[in-house]
């Protein structure tokens, strides 16, 4: 079983301290700066959205250079082997995939204009002369021996990494609440839903 990230919403309060974190600890190992996560907002909710680490990854599925495999319990994506084809970024369900690149200004702190595109563009189609724009997603810090950046900086712990143990844990304890559950036959299931565990 993959490793992965959960992200819990009713925790988040939309700080991006972890999207943060993230640019900074790929930044300091060489990688694109762009964070492997999004925070995003609908009305008054937020939540990270990051790579769910398919057991059957339909981005690794349509990789023409095989540039993301399945390797150390998650996917892993190798920036150097990338073409950015961005045919990943289409086929993830969950948007967790962004094409990015490190513009020009960003390479030896030259200083250039940053070119500005139509908002008819979209963004997965944008491209700027001299920028190799590869796939970005999350690695789980798969560098740091202290597991994912997100994870521990989130001030809420609305964050956590899971693993098997993880989900063994949790399995026993909602095996554990249901046996419990008091339940009548004269209770309808219904309304058992939104039992929090």
Not at 1 to 29: L, Y
Not at 64 to 90: F, R, W
Not at 168 to 188: D, I, M, Y
Request: glycine letters at 6%; one cysteine or more.
């Amino acid at each position: 079983m993959n490793r992965f990230v959960i992200a819990e919403p009713r925790k988040c309060i939309g700080c991006n301290t972890c999207m943060a974190a993230c640019t900074e600890a790929h930044r300091k190992q060489g990688l694109q700066a762009h964070p492997r996560l999004t925070v995003m907002r609908i009305g008054d909710d937020t939540g990270p959205v990051l790579c769910h680490q398919c057991e059957d990854a339909p981005c690794a599925r349509v990789c023409p250079v095989n540039a993301i495999t399945h390797a150390a319990d998650s996917i892993l994506l190798d920036e150097q082997a990338c073409i950015g084809c961005k045919m990943c970024a289409l086929a993830c369900p969950f948007g967790a995939i962004t094409p990015s690149g490190t513009g020009i200004a960003g390479v030896a702190g030259i200083a250039t204009a940053t070119p500005i595109h139509s908002a008819a563009l979209d963004p997965l189609l944008a491209w700027d002369i001299g920028v190799r724009s590869v796939a970005v997603k999350c690695d789980l810090c798969a560098f740091s021996d202290d597991g994912p950046a997100c994870v521990r900086v989130c001030p809420t712990a609305a964050l956590y990494a899971a693993d098997a143990d993880a989900i063994r844990q949790a399995a026993a304890v909602k095996r554990r609440l249901a046996a419990t559950a008091p339940v009548s036959p004269e209770t309808p299931l219904a309304s058992l839903e939104g039992l929090d565990p």
